[in-house]
Structures are given as C-alpha cells and as structure tokens.
C-alpha cells in the first residue's frame, strides 16, 4: 500500500501570500495525483488532477507540480476563501486510492 | 448539472447494519466508476471501496478495514449506488461520501464529483 505523507499539518499564512504544501508518496505514484479542497461542513472539491491539470472552475492561482514521489500544490496569492484543508490522493495503485492526512492552511 | 445525494444514515448499534444510497443525476452513471469515501469526525479522508462500471466489469474493492463487512453494488436503472455496512463498529463512525469518476478515465479515476455526505454513527 502506498502511503501518503503531507507537510506541513497546518499552514498559517495571509491573504495575499504565496502558499506551497507538499505531498511526498511511499512509492513512485507516477503523475496519478490528485489535489481536493475541503472546508468545515462540505465534501472535498478537485482542484488538480495529473499532478498539474487545474480540474474545470479552479482559479489559475492554484497549480501543482511534480512527479514520482514528490509533489507540490501551490496558490500564487491567497485569497480569504483559500483557507481550508487540502488532501493529495494518489491513483496509480490501487486498491487502496490512498490519501494524505490534509494540511490545514489557516489565516495568521 | 452533475448531483450525488446520499442516504441512509443514522444511528446503530455496534454489530448492526445499514444500508447507504447515492442518488447519481446529470451524467452517464451506467459508464462511470464510482467509489466510497469515508470521513471520522475531525479526521482526513479514507477511501472505503469502488465498484467499476459495468462495462469493466462491475467489480468491486475494498479497503482492508471494511473488507468482508461492507458491500458496494449499483443499480444503472435507477442510477443508484449502495453501501451495505454489516457487523458495524464504533471505528466506522463517519461521514459517509459517494464520489464518482466522471471526466475521468479507467487510466486516470480521480474523483471529480462528491456528494454531500452521510453520516454514520456506531454506538450502543
């Protein structure tokens, strides 16, 4: 099973910055990753999938990066509605369709 | 517009059943793989088991927790998908997600749509 690792657990930052959270993988999970938003009271939303395709609706300010075993979700400029938790998932092995624990990106 | 309603919720005791639906609409259900997601309270996301459709198959997987209590099936005639949880314990406490592989592909199944959630409480 592939697991997931995601740093930081909790982000603080201010509108306005540059935010970069990290999703490392077990094993080469090739560019089968996938990047959701979720904030408190909602189901989780795809922003990226393919490690770097914004899914259709997402801001350009959200993009990721990476391949193999080492990814990056960025967001150019944080916006007030940003602040949430964001999960990697990993889709190249599976079962199981592992995902990491989350980052919490909270306002400073 | 693409929507996933789930049902079926509540309250059990451990060692009870229950049984989950997702009302799929606004896409092709019969082609798409879909799967569900688990969240406990507080916690990150768990992904529980996936049913393919039925022209891959149909076959299921399962996560190793639930493997051999839970069931997922579909029913394309009425565009629906279902958990059926057996022996529950106090663990499977959660919200209960559907979420279905619709833009994407048997190669690339990243879950591009989401339901609102059920949730699942296990307590005597």
């Known amino acids: 099973e592939i697991v997931m690792t995601q740093s930081p657990a909790t982000l603080s930052m201010s509108p306005g910055e540059r935010a970069t959270l990290s999703c490392r993988a077990s094993q080469s999970v090739s560019s089968n990753l996938a990047w959701y938003q979720q904030k408190a009271g909602q189901p989780p939303r795809l922003l990226i999938y393919g490690a770097s395709t914004r899914a259709t609706g997402i801001p350009a300010r959200f993009s990721g990066s990476g391949s193999g075993t080492e990814f990056t979700l960025t967001i150019s400029s944080l916006q007030s509605e940003d602040f949430a938790v964001y999960y990697c998932q990993q889709y190249n092995n599976w079962p199981p369709y592992s995902f990491g624990q989350g980052t919490k990106l909270e306002i400073k | 517009e693409v929507q996933l309603v789930e049902s079926g919720g509540g309250l059990v005791k451990p060692g009870g059943s229950l049984r989950l639906s997702c009302a799929a609409s606004g896409f092709t259900f019969f082609t798409a793989w879909v799967n569900w997601v688990r969240q406990a309270p507080g916690k990150g996301l768990e992904w529980v088991g996936r049913?393919?459709?039925?022209?891959?198959?149909?076959?299921?997987d399962y996560a190793a927790p639930v493997k051999g209590r839970f069931i997922i099936s579909r029913d394309d005639s009425k565009n629906t998908l279902y958990l059926q949880m057996n022996s529950l314990k106090t663990e499977d406490t959660a919200v209960y997600y559907c979420?279905?592989?619709?833009?994407?592909?048997?190669?690339?199944?990243?879950?591009?749509?989401w339901g609102q959630g059920t949730l699942v409480t296990v307590s005597s």
């Open positions: 979420a279905a592989v619709i833009t994407g592909t048997p190669a690339d199944p990243y879950f591009d749509y």
């Open positions: 049913i393919k459709s039925k022209t891959s198959g149909a076959t299921t």
